[in-house]
């Protein structure tokens, strides 16, 4: 069975704060992506990447980076969070191959105060 | 990505067999047909998917009609577990690279 896990289920942080979620997936996948879900604007997507060290922007990657410095880890860093950036965070992976589906970690749920 | 219609809610007794459809009159030849899942709180969780033929895993089976323009996934034999918000979704996938994205989805209801 593929096993995306994501560092935290639940995190706190107050605004101006770095942080850090990260994503490890166990399926040498190439592919790994970033997401956001609120209530009423479904999935959006933040950034993914198709190789070590690749990254392309998705829909909404402002005030957003993020980092892949190997194969299994795909790390987003929120610069200087604002309440804004309240949300579920989401991470998914997937085989570079036609086909294949995303399958995604249990989720972050980021509280900025 | 084909637009596909699915009904807002549905309720299904614990023991039977949970059939949630889904429309996609306009699919086009090279787009695959996949089921996802959402448990509140948790990610979207991969069910199955198919292009043209019937599949059948350890967790459902997805029925395709001949003409593509709709589908069926049943879940055997439902549990309060599998209450949860499906999504059925249409798609081309080349190269894995492409974003997700998920309609409003059924809500399924299993009933003790």
């Known amino acids: 069975d593929v096993k995306v896990t994501q560092s935290s289920r639940y995190l706190v942080k107050r605004t101006g704060e770095k942080v850090f979620l990260e994503c490890v997936q166990d399926?040498?996948?190439?592919?790994m992506f970033w997401y956001r879900q609120d209530p009423g604007l479904g999935l959006r997507l933040i950034y993914f990447?198709?190789?070590?060290?690749?990254?392309e922007k998705g829909d909404i990657p402002e005030g957003y980076s993020v980092s892949r410095e190997k194969k299994e880890r795909f790390s987003l860093i929120l610069e200087s969070a604002s309440t804004n950036q309240t949300s579920m965070y989401l991470c998914?992976?997937?085989?570079?191959?036609?086909?294949?589906?995303?399958?995604f970690g249990d989720g972050t749920r980021l509280s900025i105060l | 990505d084909a637009k596909t219609t699915q009904p807002p809610s549905m309720d299904c007794a614990e023991g039977r067999a949970a059939n949630l459809p889904c429309n996609h009159s306009t699919i086009s030849g090279n787009e695959y047909v996949y089921w996802y899942r959402q448990i509140h709180s948790q990610g979207p969780q991969y069910i199955i998917h198919?292009?043209?033929n019937n599949e059948t895993n350890e967790m459902a089976s997805l029925i395709i009609t001949e003409d593509r323009k709709s589908s069926t996934l049943i879940l055997p034999h439902a549990t309060l577990r599998d209450t949860a918000v499906y999504y059925c979704?249409?798609?081309?996938?080349?190269?894995?690279?492409?974003?997700?994205?998920f309609g409003t989805g059924t809500r399924l209801t299993i009933i003790p």
């Open positions: 990447s198709y190789d070590v060290k690749m990254k």
């Open positions: 998914a992976s997937t085989l570079q191959q036609g086909g294949e589906p995303q399958h």
């Open positions: 399926m040498d996948h190439e592919n």
């Open positions: 198919g292009l043209k």
């Open positions: 979704i249409v798609r081309v996938v080349n190269f894995g690279n492409e974003k997700l994205t």
